[in-house]
């Protein structure tokens, strides 16, 4: 079976300095990773997929993600927030064998970021 | 280029009544999956269909059925409605989920809010 773990619910940072949000990942197939946005009352943006080709993966706006297998991980990481960035941030793996064609989704991070 | 279209945008309904909701995919995706996000959390997988089949199926009762037409539009049903229903519902669209093995993002709707009284 696949999962992901967002290790932190919620996380606050200043505009202007770094934002870091974690992801652990479970998946006895080599997975398909994503990172997805949500501002409040509208759908999913995809931000970045990672699918076995380069570890670092850049995405939209600034937004980049490394894949690490030997710490199960795929951070997601910005160099500097900007108030919109701030919103739900989802960490999903994609289904593999019995699961095919369901994305997995983590709990959610709240972003929050102070002027 | 249109993106996934959902209607409506909001429902309200009581507790026993039946609901459709309905799904535009992206122009180009031949694949749809439909999810339920519940206030605070984030999006249960409810079921997929591809070729006007259900081709994969959460962990949802009988009550959520659906349909994919030859368009690739697609209709999410629930019958019986209960209080835990009221949720955001997505649409997502995606090409060939077979063909790609789950590595094709799925692209999503804004969603339905259903709530239920």
């Known amino acids: 079976a696949q999962s992901v773990t967002q290790l932190d619910s919620h996380v606050s940072v200043s505009e202007g300095t770094p934002v870091l949000l974690r992801c652990n990942y479970s998946s006895s197939y080599s997975p398909s990773l994503f990172w997805y946005v949500q501002h409040p009352n509208k759908g999913l943006q995809l931000l970045l997929k990672y699918t076995s080709a380069a570890t670092l993966v850049k995405g939209i706006n600034g937004f980049e993600a490394e894949f690490k297998k030997s710490e199960t991980s795929f951070h997601l990481t910005k160099p500097s927030a900007h108030m919109s960035d701030a919103a739900e941030y989802f960490c999903?793996?994609?289904?593999?064998?019995?699961?095919?064609?369901?994305?997995?989704f983590g709990q959610g991070t709240t972003l929050q970021v102070k002027p | 280029d249109a993106g996934v279209t959902q209607s409506p945008t909001h429902l309200i309904k009581t507790r026993g009544q039946q609901v459709t909701l309905r799904c535009s995919p992206k122009s180009g995706h031949d694949t749809v999956s439909w999810y339920q996000q519940a206030l605070g959390q984030g999006p249960q997988f409810i079921f997929q269909?591809?070729?006007?089949?259900?081709?994969q199926r959460g962990n949802f009762p009988d009550r959520f059925s659906g349909h994919q037409f030859p368009n690739y539009s697609s209709e999410l049903n629930v019958n019986a409605l209960l209080l835990g229903d009221s949720a955001l519902y997505l649409c997502a669209s995606s090409l060939n989920y077979q063909g790609a093995y789950g590595n094709q993002p799925q692209h999503f709707g804004d969603g339905t809010r259903l709530s239920i009284l």
């Open positions: 999903v793996v994609s289904g593999r064998g019995s699961n095919t064609g369901k994305l997995i």
């Open positions: 269909y591809y070729e006007e089949e259900e081709r």
